[in-house]
């Protein structure tokens, strides 16, 4: 079955109950996971403001909110006893990022939650969860 289970996190609680759903399946049989959370670079407005007041804050913040995503996750599964391995990455187009990473990690199954996004909203916002079911070979168990 699955050996190697991609666990792709943005910190929301569709994300929080699929990797919840992912860490209980690899710890059923015997899997481990690769936690991977994509955060999009910063404006470039930011960047300006930044640079203008000398601070490093913004950078800071996105660093430690996707760090804090990642031991949320992390954590899980170390109580579970499942084996984990984890990565940050910066870029705007998560669902590449996502692709990408799991076939080169060799995982064996994605898992991500979806947040329901439906009709206008889906076609005017898109979705991750549905682009990385359109980009990858690679079995996507979506959470809702």
């Not at 936690?35 to 930011?46: G, I, Q, R, S, Y």
């Not at 590449?96 to 990690?105: F, L, Q, T």
Request: some cysteine; glycine content about 8%; hydrophobic content about 45%.
């Amino acid at each position: 079955m699955y050996r190697h289970i991609m666990i792709a996190t943005d910190g929301s609680d569709a994300a929080g109950r699929a990797a919840d759903q992912a860490i209980e399946l690899a710890a059923g049989i015997g899997a481990k996971v690769f936690v991977l959370c994509v955060e999009p670079p910063l404006p470039a407005f930011a960047v300006v403001a930044e640079a203008i007041q000398g601070a490093d804050a913004l950078p800071e913040a996105t660093a430690r909110r996707s760090e804090g995503y990642l031991r949320q996750v992390c954590d899980k599964a170390r109580s579970a006893g499942v084996p984990f391995t984890s990565q940050t990455v910066i870029d705007n187009r998560p669902y590449c990022e996502i692709v990408s990473i799991a076939a080169r990690e060799g995982c064996d199954l994605i898992v991500m939650g979806s947040h329901g996004t439906r009709g206008l909203d889906r076609l005017l916002l898109g979705s991750e969860t549905h682009k990385v079911l359109l980009s990858t070979d690679i079995p996507v168990l979506v959470c809702h």
